[in-house]
Structures are given as structure tokens and as C-alpha cells.
């Protein structure tokens, strides 16, 4: 773009400042490695209208803000077009089907094409290692290794292509150069060897580099590839907690089935027992407990009666209500969620893996190293200055491969990797395995992360420990609505049996009574007790009063006259989780708990953990804002959770664990999971990426030394002073040792403590 236009843009735009802009977010399609997003976004950026736009590499998105009435969606594709690249402009709710069937096929064309350059290039590495005398060996090489080459390999000289039509080069670059040279330098020293043979040298032909180049550059995109594979299976499962149809109630009374697009705000909505509330609302008629722990985390379901807000995606128990719409379509708190996970996972920036930063400066380099080799030798070199300089250019290409530089990163992480899920670890890409080694804060959910996650029965007072009517209260609680009642049913109903009571009342807010041989029993709160005039003793008193200050739910049991137990109802610290709490603190680490449960329930947790930091009645939205204000402290933050209602916190965090026994949305957003939910296994992945990194660094300093070394030695430094010239051949064998240690160090890994 000229100058003037540049200026004559930033004029228009910084003249239409204030009118209304656009921001939308399109996935592009076709880019392979980070040069491709930074020329994409630049391509947008420099568009007529628009104000700014944001490639994100990892999450394959384009973020652009842009003047509606300057540009549009349709433009801005051609020009991404333009560029060897596309944009996605199908409507959201279509979008997450279309990049899963995308994402499918690529991955499955790149395991086919794998596949078929592994079993073409093995028939050329036994002949150029072992049998290179045979006849018409240098055929059948050629014959195998094209296809490798020009059919399975054509991706990296289409996009080095791409690179070099917008001035630039990265891997891709350097493998279409080595394999291309040495693909073509074969076939003419196979096709005129006697053009060497004159000149007193031997036609050597480098097939075997080319093809065994290219299987590895293949092998490695394919596990990149699978690694990449469910990233967007978080947001499609968090958009399958709505229902795709609601029952309407109209004006005249009739019950009407409408697709979930159809509701409006202010419509009635019948919800029966087991059923998703499909849109945020207020109850109208009727009463049921409503499963909320998508939101707030808590495993009690929560009671809604009249005048009440019921959410969109959270789980209606047994009762059935009418509901009126309040929000609808993209206004939902699990839109809002939705929404939230999507900004968190687009903004962050892609880690600029170390092997970028050194192939960034690496592949000019090296090509800049190749052309100066020939120049030098066809000034320097006398007669023979053409061929071996040409000799020497295609040896520094070859040596200079960046097969060890490409492995070092993937084979480490590989093993890493495998060595997590081995001790339970699952571990979704390299980033957070990277990173977990420099995480200073960890922030943990309550429920079901530090405790189990369901309500259990951890302590029961008989009156004069006189437990004879234990079946009773099992019998009325089997028969109750009442979450709390299902943990008294768990733990009675391995140890009683089941007596027939009459004349069950489930009574809102408070309880259940039944009659058993003309005696009426009483299951609830001490608002129920108060209410029947039901006196408590002084033994069954205290005790509740005890386990009150413990932040347990009390539940009491009666008969018309008196209270006959007092029972205790909490969610249970997990056995583990005050070892691995001091533990993470051992380390240096600084613990912050946060739940959506009450302050008191939250400081008794606390207490029994040595947990100094924490935080009661927090909101999903406030657990992100707490992530974001600890990196705004410089801290790198850990996010350790298990419910849907920590997805955008661990969307936010530097390094997300998820726990095995949660969520399936928690684990699809986390980049860790604990399969065993046990919070010991939090150290663990902390010394282990400690350990692959540094045997990510040390592979990346044997490759680049064997670089350094080898590249002047290529290109003939030694010639002046003892005359050796290194063949390609043993240049070709060189790098294929330089692999091989790589890999081994990498595996040195496994057998690490």
C-alpha cells in the first residue's frame, strides 16, 4: 500500500471514529504456522474500513472491528482470499459443526499422506544406507522418493511459496529448499553423471534426505494436528445444556412445542421434572428444587417457588413449574458463560514456542549461508568453483534441516505427556505443560476440587442412643423431594430396612412428616420442629449446635412429642487434599480457595486445610475477574476446578486443571485434567514440567550446537586449511544422528523420578 493511501485510510477512520463499529470474530481457514496468522491479520488490518483486527494462531480466529458502512464480511473474505487463506462466514450455531467436519478431514488427509510417505520412503533409506552398488539403485530411489516429494510434500512448497510472495520464510521454507535442491540436484546427477564424472567427481544422489525429510516434517504436523483436535468441544457442549424445544403455554391455556429460536421474552414455559430450562426467567406458578451447580458450583439443588429467577442450562428435579421469560437467545447467563469462555480463550496470545523465535532468525539465515557458500566458492573457487559451490550450497541446506530443531520440542512434550497419563496426569498441549513450572498462585473451587462434591451424612445423635426407629427416617426421606434427603437415604440404606409409612406431605421450605402406627413423624429444620411445639432435649441441642459451628447442615428427626436424632449433613474434605494443599505451599506456592457457597461454610473449610486466602458467595464471572487481578499482580496463575461455573476462570488462567469426577466442560476447557480428582497430583505435574522443560532446552541446545558447528563445516570452512570438503551424503547421515540424539534424550524422561 502507498504511502498516501495509507495516510488517506487512518484519515478516514480516525474521521468515522464515532460512528458505530462492528467487532466480529471469523475462524480462518488454510493458515499452518504463526507467520501465516501475522500475514492474515496484516492483509485485514490494511482494509479500506476497518479499525483494527487480531489473528489469534491458537484458537484459529480473526478478531476485526471494522466500519460497517466503509466494509463488510463478504470483502473482507476476498482479500483474506487473497492471500492463500479463507474465512468462515457461516452463522454461529452452524459454525462449531462445519470447523469439526474441517478439522476431521484434514487431520485424516495428513494421517493418509503420513502414512503413505513412511512406507514410500522405507524402500529408500534401506538402499541409500545399505545397497547403493545394486543395479538401477538410483532409480528405484528416484522412482520411490518422487511421489514423497512432489505428491505428499507439495503442501511445504505451496506455502513457501506464500511466504516468499509476502517476503518471508519459515520452516516450510527451509524444507521445500533442502528437499527441492536435493530432490533436483539428484535427479540431474542421476540423469548426467557423466557432467561429474569429467571433472574427477562421483554423481552422488540424496533421494534418501528428501523423502525421509519429508516424513518427519509430516509425522510431526500430524501430532500437532491430533493435539489441536477438541479445542472447540467445550463450547458445543456448553451450548447443548439448552434444549433445542420448550412447551409454551398460550393465552388461551393450550401447552404448544416451539423451537428453542422462537421464545420470546414474557412467553410462559411449562418445565416438567428432569427437564433443561431452556431461557433465563422468573417462576409464575408452582415449586420444584432446581439443580443449579453449572452456576454456583454447590451440589444441593436450590428451591424455586413463585417470583423466583430460574436460569437457562441448569436442571429441573422433581417437581414441574410455569416460568415467564425473562432473557433469551444471546441475553442468557449461559450465553453470557458461553460468551465469556470464547473471549478467554481467544485472548490469549499463542506461547511463541522457543523453536519459532530461533527458526524466525535460523531460516534467512540459513539461506543467506547457502547463497553466500556459492558466491565464495565461485569467486574463490577456481575451475571447480561452479560445482563445488554448488555441492557445498546444497550441503548447508541439507545439514541445516531443521529436523533436530523440529523434533526437540514435540519429542519432549510427547514423552511428557505420556509420563502425566501414566500417574494419572492428562495433559492437553505443550503450553501448559511449559508453563506449569512457573505457576505461583493456584486458585481452588471448593466443591469437588478440595472437597468431594456431594452432601454425605458425617455424623447422627440418637436421643438416649435409642436408634429403633432408624427405618422410619429412612422410609419417610426415601419418599422426600428433598436433595438432602438422598444423602440420608445413601447412608441409612445399606444398614436399614424399609418400614411402610402413610399419609406422606412433603411440606416446602421445611420437611416431610408421615404416620407410622398412628404416630406422626417429623423430618426437617428446626422451623419445623417449632412449628409442631416438638420439644428438642439438651443432649440432641447441644450436638447440633456443635456441628452448626462446623458449618454442617442439621437435620432433625422427630415425633409428635419429641426430637429422637439430630443429624449431620456436609460435604467432606478429601482425604488427600490437606496433604497436597501443604504440599503446593512447600513449594512456595500461593493457595487461594473460592466458592459460591456462604462465608461461614467457606472459613470452616479454611481452617481444616490452612488455606489463608479464600473467598465465599463468589460468582462464575468473579472467579475470571479474581484470575485476571493475580496476573495483573505479575503472578502465573493456576486454575483448579471441576463445575461448569469455573469454565471462564479456567479459561482465563495460565494453566487450567480440571478434575476428573467434574464436568465434562471443565475438562474440555482445562488443559489439565486429574483423573483421579485427587489434588496431590497438582505438585506432581509441577515437577514434571519442570523436567520437560529442561529437557526441551537441553534438546534445543544439542540441535543448535550441531547447527553451528555444522554449517561452516558444510559450506567448506575447513578447505583452506586442511582441504576437507564434507559430502552431502555424510551431511544427509549427520542429520539424520542429530535426530536420533535428540529423541533419545527425550526418552531419558521417561525413566526420570
Known amino acids: ?25 471469523f475462524p480462518v481457514l488454510g493458515m499452518t504456522c504463526a507467520s501465516c496468522a501475522s500475514s492474515a491479520e496484516s492483509i485485514v488490518k490494511h482494509q479500506e474500513g476497518v479499525v483494527s483486527s487480531s489473528v489469534n494462531f491458537a484458537t484459529g480466529n480473526l478478531t476485526v472491528e471494522y466500519l460497517p458502512d466503509m466494509t463488510d464480511a463478504t470483502q473482507l473474505q476476498k482479500a483474506v482470499q487473497s492471500a492463500g487463506y479463507d474465512l468462515l462466514l457461516e452463522d454461529e450455531s452452524k459454525q462449531q459443526e462445519t470447523l469439526e467436519t474441517i478439522h476431521a478431514e484434514k487431520f485424516q488427509k495428513l494421517k493418509t499422506k503420513t502414512i503413505w510417505a513412511v512406507l514410500l520412503s522405507l524402500p529408500v533409506v534401506v ?28 503442501d511445504f512448497f505451496v506455502n513457501a511459496w506464500k511466504q516468499a510472495k509476502h517476503r518471508s520464510a519459515n520452516m516450510d521454507t527451509l524444507v521445500a529448499l533442502s528437499t527441492g535442491i536435493a530432490y533436483l540436484f539428484s535427479v540431474f546427477n542421476m540423469l548426467f553423471a557423466d557432467f561429474w564424472h569429467q571433472r574427477g567427481l562421483h554423481a552422488h544422489v540424496y533421494f534418501e534426505a528428501a523423502a525421509v525429510i519429508i516424513t518427519f516434517i509430516l509425522l510431526g504436523k500430524l501430532l500437532e494436528e491430533r493435539a489441536k483436535g477438541n479445542t472447540s468441544s467445550a463450547i458445543k457442549k456448553l451450548m447443548g445444556l439448552q434444549p433445542k424445544t420448550v412447551i409454551v403455554i398460550e393465552a388461551d391455556g393450550t401447552e404448544r412445542q416451539k423451537p428453542i429460536e422462537d421464545v420470546n421474552a414474557g412467553d410462559i414455559i411449562l418445565v416438567k421434572p428432569g427437564e433443561k430450562i431452556a431461557v433465563d426467567g422468573m417462576v409464575v406458578s408452582g415449586n420444584s428444587y432446581v439443580d443449579e451447580s453449572m452456576l454456583s458450583g454447590e451440589p444441593v439443588p436450590v428451591l424455586k417457588k413463585e417470583n423466583e429467577k430460574v436460569f437457562a442450562g441448569t436442571i429441573n428435579q422433581k417437581g414441574s413449574f410455569q416460568f415467564k421469560a425473562v432473557k433469551v437467545g444471546k441475553e442468557t447467563m449461559l450465553a453470557q458463560i458461553i460468551k465469556m469462555v470464547q473471549d478467554a480463550q481467544g485472548s490469549k496470545a499463542p506461547v511463541q514456542k522457543l523453536v519459532d523465535k530461533i527458526a524466525g532468525i535460523f531460516v534467512p539465515v540459513v539461506m543467506g549461508i547457502a547463497v553466500l557458500t556459492f558466491v565464495l566458492w565461485f569467486f574463490l573457487g577456481g575451475e571447480n568453483g561452479v560445482v563445488q559451490g554448488l555441492l557445498a550450497a546444497v550441503t548447508v541446506l541439507v545439514i541445516a534441516c531443521p529436523c533436530a530443531l523440529g523434533l526437540a520440542t514435540p519429542t519432549a512434550i510427547m514423552v511428557g505427556v505420556g509420563k502425566g497419563a501414566e500417574q494419572g496426569i492428562l495433559i492437553k498441549d505443550a503450553e501448559s505443560l511449559e508453563l506449569a513450572k512457573k505457576v505461583d498462585a493456584i486458585i481452588l473451587d471448593k466443591t469437588g476440587t478440595i472437597t468431594e462434591g456431594r452432601p454425605q451424612v458425617t455424623g447422627i445423635e440418637w436421643l438416649n442412643n435409642d436408634d429403633t426407629t432408624k427405618d422410619i427416617l429412612l422410609s419417610i426421606e426415601k419418599q422426600s423431594e428433598h436433595p438432602l434427603a438422598e444423602a440420608v437415604v445413601n447412608h441409612f440404606g445399606k444398614i436399614s430396612n424399609f418400614t411402610k409409612v402413610e399419609n406422606f406431605d412433603s411440606i416446602t421450605g421445611k420437611g416431610a412428616k408421615a404416620d407410622h402406627n398412628n404416630e406422626t413423624y417429623f423430618v426437617g429444620n428446626i422451623k ?43 460435604d467432606k474434605i478429601k482425604e488427600t487434599s490437606v496433604q497436597a494443599i501443604k504440599e503446593m505451599q512447600d513449594m512456595g506456592i500461593d493457595l487461594y480457595m473460592l466458592t459460591g457457597d456462604n462465608e461461614a461454610t467457606a472459613k470452616a473449610i479454611a481452617s481444616q486445610t490452612a488455606i489463608k486466602h479464600y473467598k465465599a458467595e463468589v460468582l462464575p464471572q468473579h472467579k475470571a475477574d479474581f484470575v485476571k487481578e493475580l496476573q495483573a499482580q505479575g503472578k502465573v496463575v493456576a486454575m483448579v ?15 487450567s486443571i480440571a478434575m476428573g469426577k467434574g464436568s465434562d466442560i471443565a475438562m474440555d476447557v482445562a488443559k489439565m485434567t486429574i483423573i483421579s480428582s485427587d489434588l496431590t497430583k497438582i505438585p506432581k505435574a509441577i515437577k514434571l514440567s519442570k523436567q520437560t522443560v529442561a529437557t526441551i532446552k537441553q534438546n534445543l541446545f544439542w540441535a543448535f550446537i550441531y547447527n553451528l558447528i555444522g554449517i561452516p563445516v558444510a559450506a567448506g570452512i575447513l578447505y583452506p586449511i586442511n582441504g576437507f570438503l564434507l559430502n552431502p551424503m555424510i551431511a544427509g547421515a549427520a542429520m539424520a544422528l542429530s535426530s536420533v540424539s535428540v529423541v533419545s534424550n527425550s526418552l531419558r524422561l521417561k525413566w526420570k523420578r
Do not use: H
Request: charged fraction near 10%; glycine fraction near 4%; proline fraction near 2%.
Open 641 to 655: 476446578g471441576d463445575g461448569i461455573n469455573d469454565s471462564t476462570a479456567l479459561a482465563t488462567a495460565d494453566v
Open 528 to 570: 419445623l420442629l417449632a412449628e409442631n411445639n416438638i420439644s428438642i432435649a439438651e443432649q440432641l441441642q447441644n450436638q447440633a449446635d456443635e456441628w452448626g459451628k462446623q458449618s454442617k447442615t442439621v437435620i432433625w428427626f422427630a415425633n409428635s412429642q419429641q426430637a429422637l436424632s439430630v443429624v449431620a449433613i456436609s
Open 1 to 25: 500500500m502507498c504511502q498516501f493511501c495509507s495516510v488517506k485510510q487512518n484519515t478516514s477512520i480516525m474521521a468515522t471514529k464515532n460512528q458505530n463499529t462492528i467487532t466480529q470474530t
Open 127 to 154: 538402499i541409500g544406507m545399505f545397497f547403493m552398488n545394486m543395479p538401477y539403485a538410483n532409480e528405484i530411489m528416484w522412482l520411490f522418493s518422487t511421489p514423497v516429494v512432489i505428491w505428499l510434500g507439495r
